[in-house]
């Protein structure tokens, strides 16, 4: 595999990202500093330092596609640069050339979720919060809107939302996204939802609780309630999820004020490890028509996101260990992890996230194939 090959298309989509440094001032070029960060990312390094030292020691094959006038710039260059970046026009050049080499047509499930990069406590602005949107069958992050503090929230789903294709979409929120601005919003774009509701949605809740007392009293008419019971065993944990699902809202007061609700459910989880037992129950409203058991796996596929991208960030990117305060700094870098998750979950090689990132630091042509979206690699 040609090494032009690899970045070609990373420089077409970044070729109109606006410089942010003074014309004629710069010694290195915008393009060659965001390749060399997006390769130093894929390739197990997790700051800027880390960037550099990888960079040097892959200088001659990064110069046989990068100009590199003046060599590898510095860790101070990579800072400045990306502190000044504007993430929103950054992350849009990063994601649409992600979907382009991941060849994405249509989303399906888009749960949305927030996390606090807590390496980032140190700015004077508090830890950085930032709400992302995550395809949970393709695996690839779809967006994110940083925040000050979880609190936030509300404001920055709507502007998560409004970056997002949603024509045909099921977008799952936790509680704090019950609200029903968001559900017209997901509505008007061509979406369905499925909304946790809690205590903040009191009223709402109190109704969904009551319709499902009386579907389970065998009370509403027949065809509108639909169960589902499955059961897991896997070393010496025993799972069990039950799911109801009830097509009939005549007694959720406000239903005319959420927009195309069709449905409203409870989720069980009673799980059983070590001779303890756990229960949670979770109540939901939703949009689209479609059977308990549906309703149960797209539930348990929305936090599905806390292990696939959270966690994966925190363990395999150190995302939590990080230290860079810089509000432009810190969500650029987590475009950079976020993107690179997405490009290393989809390289079929059965090895963990974090020894897919030490074989591309270590072999050209696995990293090569990382960057060009490779799906059909021999001897894997």
């Not at 897991?232 to 009939?248: F, K, T």
């Amino acid at each position: 595999m040609e090494a032009p090959a690899h970045v070609g298309s990373i420089k077409k989509h970044f070729r109109g990202l606006q410089d942010p440094r003074v014309v004629g001032r710069s010694r290195h070029l915008l393009v060659d500093i965001i390749v060399l960060a997006i390769c130093g990312v894929i390739g197990n390094c997790d700051d800027w330092s880390d960037i550099v030292l990888y960079a040097q020691q892959r200088l001659a094959w990064f110069q046989r596609f990068l100009k590199l006038p003046h060599g590898i710039p510095s860790h101070d260059t990579f800072e400045r640069v990306f502190a000044a970046l504007d993430p929103r026009a950054f992350e849009c050049c990063c994601l649409a050339w992600l979907h382009d080499v991941a060849q994405l047509v249509g989303v399906g499930h888009i749960a949305i979720d927030g996390k606090t990069l807590r390496g980032s406590a140190g700015s004077p602005l508090g830890a950085l919060h930032l709400v992302s949107a995550w395809a949970t069958q393709a695996q690839l992050t779809l967006g994110q809107v940083a925040v000050d503090g979880k609190s936030n929230e509300i404001t920055a789903i709507p502007k998560l939302l409004a970056l997002l294709d949603l024509q045909g979409a099921l977008v799952t929120i936790d509680a704090i996204g019950c609200q029903k601005a968001i559900a017209k919003q997901i509505v008007d774009g061509g979406g369905d939802y499925l909304l946790i509701v809690k205590g903040n949605q009191e009223r709402l809740l109190a109704d969904i609780q009551e319709t499902v007392n009386k579907a389970l009293d065998g009370e509403l008419p027949a065809g509108t309630v639909r169960q589902s019971t499955t059961t897991e065993r896997d070393h010496g944990r025993q799972e069990e999820r039950s799911c109801v699902m009830i097509q009939h809202v005549a007694d959720i007061r406000d239903r005319l004020l959420w927009q195309g609700l069709t449905t409203v459910g409870m989720c069980r989880r009673e799980r059983t490890l070590n001779g303890q037992t756990s229960c949670e129950v979770w109540y939901f409203i939703g949009s689209r028509r479609m059977g308990a058991r549906r309703y149960a796996e797209v539930l348990r596929n929305h936090w599905s996101i806390e292990n696939n991208l959270h966690w994966q960030l925190d363990v395999s990117f150190s995302e939590d260990a990080s230290r860079i305060e810089n509000r432009h700094g810190a969500a650029n870098f987590a475009v950079f992890r976020k993107m690179a998750l997405s490009l290393l979950k989809q390289h079929p090689r059965k090895d963990s996230i974090a020894r897919k990132r030490k074989r591309a630091a270590l072999n050209t042509e696995f990293l090569g194939e990382i960057l060009t979206g490779a799906t059909n690699v021999e001897k894997i």
